[in-house]
Every structure is written in structure tokens, then in C-alpha cells.
């Protein structure tokens, strides 16, 4: 039977909504547990609409991995290493998240290269190592507020993903999230013409289908209108997935389709 979709399900229709919670350095095992386990419940029982992925952070992988088993929901890390293995202490590769479960791996994150130090080489490099276990990369980029203020918003973005990206890119190994540094954390957003405009914008670098989610302050409450702009596919949600109920309603706010 024809799959009737609601009409703001533009970007679904062709490929589903991605609602990503992004942990961040938060959670022990009982906290991760707790909300991996709330979360598995609802998608086993409730039909979502859209794909659900957690990045947890790395002591909480196989816990969180083993909670979710069979509810649909999706594992990934928050960043890798370039190399397979080798002396590099305190990172983790992407073959290491592959094998504990990671079907994704956020890169290249804001906080990672302002703290870090990460360079657009750097978030390539990470890339193709994603690619390389099999991992589809979700490759963050955004601008900081002195390039928004100083009109360079869009030359910023673009220039991040024609840098970030490697050449092997496609619409399943391949996530971009347009994530604006002022507006990460702190409940700030662009307008609405702004968001559409640099998805637009990303979307003309990017293989075609290419899922684009937004990421910075994303809640309950505003999710709606973000996810019917055009060519956004997705969320990227960081302190809004902490808390179950929060990341649930951001979950649902696309009704499943009725068939
Ligand atoms: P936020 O974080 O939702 O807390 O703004 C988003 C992110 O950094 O990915």
C-alpha cells in the first residue's frame, strides 16, 4: 500500500530524517545505561519515523551498544584517529568503534577543533578512516561568530567541507552537520532563511542526497520548524539528548508514516 507522508517530510520521503544525540564528555555507566535503556524501550514499542543514533562516549560504547540491541537505535563514536592502530595513546581508531558496535562517528566537531586544535587536513584525514572501517562520517562544520558578524558565514562553511571532505564521498558514507560555533550550548539560533540558506548552500558541495542535519541548541520545542526547512535531513542534538524525554519528543516530532 502507498506510503502517505506528512507533507513536511520532504527530505524523509527520499531518505529518513537522522536524530543524532551527541553526549558529549557526559555520563557514567549507570546515567548511560539509565537513558540508553529508556530510549531502547520507546523505539521498541513506539514507530518512529525517523533514525535514532547515540554517540556516547567511549567507556560507554558497549554498554550503550548492548542496551539498544534490537530497538533500531543506532551507535556511534564522537571521533577517531586517522590510523588503524599504533602508538598513539588515548585515542581510539575507527576500526576499535566498528568493532564495538559503531555503525557512525562524529568528526571534526566544533569543540574538537577549537580545544584540539583539529585542522580541516585533520577532520579529512579522520574521514577516510572512517570510510575505511566501514563507518558513515558525520562531518561537522560551521561558522564562528566573527566570520557570521563579518558576512563570511557561507565562504566559511564551504570552505570547511571542500577541506573536510575527501574524495569518495557519497550519500551513505557521508553526513554533513551544519553546526554554527555561537550557536552550540547556548540557546541561540539563526533565522530560519539562514539555516535554509546554508544547508543550500552545502547541499550544492555535496553529493546529492546527501543528508545535512543542523545541530546547535536543537529541543523539543524547536525542532519542528528546523526539520521542515529545506535540505535539512536531520539533527544533531547535544544537551537536549541527555535527558530521555527531551531526545524522545525531538524523536517524534515527525509523526511516522501511514500506510
Ligand atoms: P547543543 O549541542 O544541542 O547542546 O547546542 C549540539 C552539538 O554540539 O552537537
Redesign the pocket.
Known amino acids: 500500500m502507498r506510503t502517505v507522508w506528512p507533507p513536511a517530510t520532504k527530505i524523509a520521503a527520499q531518505r529518513r530524517i537522522l536524530i543524532?544525540g551527541?553526549w558529549?564528555m557526559n555520563g557514567l555507566r549507570a546515567d548511560g545505561v539509565r537513558l540508553a535503556c529508556n530510549l531502547a524501550e520507546r523505539a521498541r514499542i513506539n514507530d518512529v519515523a525517523c533514525e535514532l543514533l547515540l554517540c556516547p562516549p567511549a567507556t560507554l560504547l558497549s554498554l550503550v551498544g548492548a542496551a539498544i540491541v534490537g530497538s533500531g537505535i543506532q551507535l556511534g563514536g564522537q571521533d577517531c584517529h586517522p590510523a588503524a592502530a599504533g602508538p598513539f595513546t588515548g585515542s581510539i581508531s575507527a576500526e576499535m568503534l566498528r568493532d564495538a558496535g559503531c555503525t557512525h562517528v562524529?568528526i571534526g566537531?566544533?569543540?574538537r577543533r577549537s580545544a584540539y586544535g583539529e585542522s580541516d587536513a585533520d577532520v579529512q584525514a579522520k574521514t577516510a578512516a572512517a570510510w575505511r572501517a566501514g563507518l558513515t562520517a558525520i562531518v561537522?562544520v560551521g561558522e564562528t561568530r566573527e566570520e557570521r558578524v563579518s558576512g563570511r558565514t557561507i565562504e566559511a562553511i564551504i570552505r570547511q567541507v571542500s577541506r573536510s571532505v575527501p574524495d569518495g564521498a557519497t550519500a551513505d558514507n557521508l553526513v554533513i552537520?551544519y553546526?554554527p560555533v555561537w550557536?552550540?550550548?547556548?540557546?541561540q539560533l539563526p533565522k530560519h532563511g539562514e539555516i535554509g540558506e546554508a544547508h543550500a548552500a552545502i547541499a550544492a558541495n555535496i553529493p546529492p542526497a546527501t543528508r545535512i542535519l543542523y545541530?546547535?541548541?536543537?529541543?523539543a520545542r524547536n525542532a519542528l520548524d528546523i526539520l521542515r526547512i529545506t535540505d535539512v535531513g536531520g539533527?544533531?542534538?547535544?544537551?537536549?539528548?541527555l535527558c530521555a524525554d527531551d531526545f524522545w519528543a525531538v524523536a517524534k516530532t515527525f509523526p511516522p508514516p501511514i500506510h
Do not use: T
Open positions: 543524532a551527541n558529549k562524529i566537531h566544533s569543540e561537522c552537520a553546526e550557536a552550540i550550548g547556548s540557546g545541530g546547535g541548541s536543537v529541543n539533527a544533531l542534538v547535544g544537551s537536549a539528548s
